[in-house]
């Protein structure tokens, strides 16, 4: 075979990573990583993650079980074709290591590069991820502090002239914290009384924060009424405040009475909370220990802000709560990563039209990463949407008083993976507008979701969508069932049924709820006056009807073999994994929320 010696010292001769890599990282997403060899058309995108590839870190907690991952996209000619696999990694003074099959690792000599092998041969598919590290704890190995780079390239039928590698500008990096500190983190202060919370020792936020702040898991963060982080202000992201928060730790709130705790994230801000399955992040209230499943409203909650646009006039708003301006020009703004987090216990209803919402989403942009997230027992909405681009993932809604899901000024955002348990409390699992002043105002409320359920208590009167105020969406895959006497879909408002076509014959895919199943005997909401019937609308959707909704499971949510005998037919969208079932959850063995949810329901 040909050998070309200058391709394959390139592709082990790892350099340091580069700055917009390393931005990219801190985004929540893997960094692009910049092709060289044989194949051009190849694509590579690598990071380091402690969720399985939920969400990526510029910086791993030391602490924490870190992989280091490499997607390939190989070129489209290369597709089906056997390859040779090659990993090398660069650990700094370390020295250069070869990965081969069973994990093994070789030193590597960049001046006798006779023994390189391949890390696995295989037939490339269109997307080949590859696994360079496992599971690293870095203090365990006496690596805190440490930076790794990585490179992987192919080899087409063993000839390493075909080689196509991650070029050395841009390796996959795993860069490595140094082991948390066991004084309270900058930007927090001590609790004075010595107490304890969730088994540690408690440090304060209170007050604006203006400077980049990291909270370790080593301690608990008690929030002194409002904590602001960042400023008011459209911020570039690589300019922003930065508040992260590593996997497995605890932040609290004063019981309601004692001082209004709650987080807000500035325009000039972006939250990093990157929990994992094993260590979910945790916002909770200091008296938790005396919750039942009645509680609620025990303190504020969060609150983002972000500069993506908004249909209301001037084009930003003044979030409820006296929790700052949102809205702008920027539909691409990042307000953070959440991932593997949960909220519980939170709300507060200062009169009916300035209440805070478990989490809000105030215009935030599509650069705002939230995946695995779980708002439980909120006394207002679970989650809302107040313009913006954001879209989410495995969202999970449990006893939320009035909706669990909420969006209003021209929320323009998908979601996929929504599970929605209600109690006699609540009120809806949806309740959407466009804008309550304006119901045709620019632009309009455009959500596209899919894999929702939505189930309550079958006494109660809670209800299932509620569609309204102008609002459009596409929902589809859904399942409502568990409901008495309310009905599951409802629209109001003309301007609702006009932007959705105006009449039966017209109708054009603007507000749809397609190949979903709604439980037998579930009312669908009509009154006088409407362009056309809600029932008539809900016939003329492709691949929905109502019958048997068998949900059970521990949670309620998981679907029964009725509802997976459901054809779906997900979005052609990249943004929807295309699965083979309706609703949120398949079974007990793909059941998403296991491991990191929280319950207080018998």
């Known amino acids: 075979m040909r050998f070309k010696q200058s391709k394959v010292t390139a592709l082990a001769s790892g350099v340091a990573l580069g700055v917009a890599a390393l931005a990219a990282q801190a985004s929540g997403e893997q960094s692009v990583l910049n092709t060289a060899g044989a194949s051009s058309g190849a694509t590579f995108r690598g990071g380091a993650t402690i969720n399985g590839g939920v969400s990526y ?6 602490s924490e079980p870190a992989d280091l991952l490499v997607n390939v996209t190989p070129a489209s000619e290369d597709v089906g074709k056997m390859a ?6 660069n650990a700094g003074e370390l020295g250069l290591f070869q990965k081969l099959s069973g994990g093994i ?34 203090e365990n190995v006496n690596l805190g502090g440490m930076s790794l780079g990585a490179h992987v390239g192919y080899a087409l039928d063993g000839n390493l002239a075909t080689l196509t590698f991650n070029d050395v500008t841009t390796p996959a ?4 914290a140094q082991p948390a500190a066991d004084t309270c983190p900058v930007n927090t202060t001590p609790e004075s009384t010595g107490t304890q919370f969730a088994g540690k020792d408690v440090c304060v936020l209170s007050g604006r924060i203006a400077s980049d702040t990291h909270l370790t898991a080593n301690f608990s963060y008690y929030l002194s009424n409002q904590v602001i982080i960042g400023e008011n202000a459209v911020t570039a992201n690589e300019d922003k405040v930065r508040l992260t928060i590593d996997a497995g730790t605890t932040v609290f709130a004063p019981t309601a009475g004692g001082g209004l705790g709650y987080l807000v994230i500035d325009r000039g801000g ?9 260590k979910p992040i945790v916002f909770t209230y ?30 930003t708003a003044e979030g409820e709560g006296a929790s700052g301006i949102y809205g702008g020009n920027n539909p691409e703004d990042s307000s953070g990563v959440l991932t593997f987090m949960q909220v519980r216990y939170a709300g507060q209803n200062f009169t009916e039209e300035d209440e805070l919402n478990g989490i809000a989403f105030q215009g935030t942009g599509s650069g705002t990463l939230v995946d695995y997230i779980q708002v439980h027992n909120n006394s207002d909405d679970g989650v809302e949407f107040f313009g913006g681009t954001t879209s989410a993932k495995h969202v999970l809604l449990t006893g939320n008083e009035d909706d669990a899901l ?82 599951c879909v409802d629209i109001d408002d003309s301007a609702t049924f006009t932007a959705a076509g105006g009449n039966i014959a017209n109708l054009n895919g603007s507000l749809s709820l397609t190949h979903s199943r709604l439980a037998s005997g579930c009312g669908l909401d009509e009154s006088d006056g409407d362009p056309f019937p809600v029932s008539e609308w809900f016939a003329a959707q492709p691949g929905s009807m109502m019958g048997g909704v ?35 959850i398949k079974d007990a063995t793909s059941d998403w929320t296991a491991g990191w949810s929280f319950s207080d329901w018998d």
């Open 57 to 62: 870190l510029a910086e791993v907690p030391a």
């Open 84 to 89: 040779d696999i090659y990993v090398v990694l």
């Open 105 to 138: 690792w070789l030193q590597l000599d960049l001046n006798d590069l006779s023994n390189l092998q391949p890390y696995t041969s295989k037939v490339l598919g269109e997307s080949e991820q590859i696994t360079v590290i496992d599971g690293l704890v870095g």
């Open 173 to 176: 990096q795993l860069n490595i």
């Open 270 to 278: 972006q939250l990093h909370a990157n929990g994992s399955r094993e």
């Open 286 to 315: 200091e008296g938790e220990a005396e919750a039942n499943e009645f509680t609620s409203g025990q303190w504020g909650g969060l609150v983002l802000n972000g500069s993506a646009p908004l249909n209301v006039g001037g084009g």
């Open 406 to 487: 909420d969006w209003t000024q021209g929320w323009n955002g998908r979601m996929q993976f929504v599970a929605i348990r209600q109690t006699s409390a609540s009120e809806h699992c949806i309740e959407a507008d466009s804008n309550s002043d304006d119901n045709d105002a620019l632009p309009r409320a455009n959500a596209m979701i899919s894999n929702i359920t939505c189930a309550g208590p079958a006494d109660s009167n809670e209800s299932g969508f509620r569609l309204r105020e102008g609002t459009s969406a596409q929902i589809a895959n859904a399942v409502i069932g568990n409901f008495g006497a309310s009905y």
């Open 550 to 584: 068998d949900l059970g499971g521990a949670s309620g949510l998981i679907n029964g073999h009725m509802l997976n005998a459901v054809t779906p037919m997900i979005p052609d969208d990249p943004f929807f994994e295309q699965v083979d079932h309706i609703g949120a």
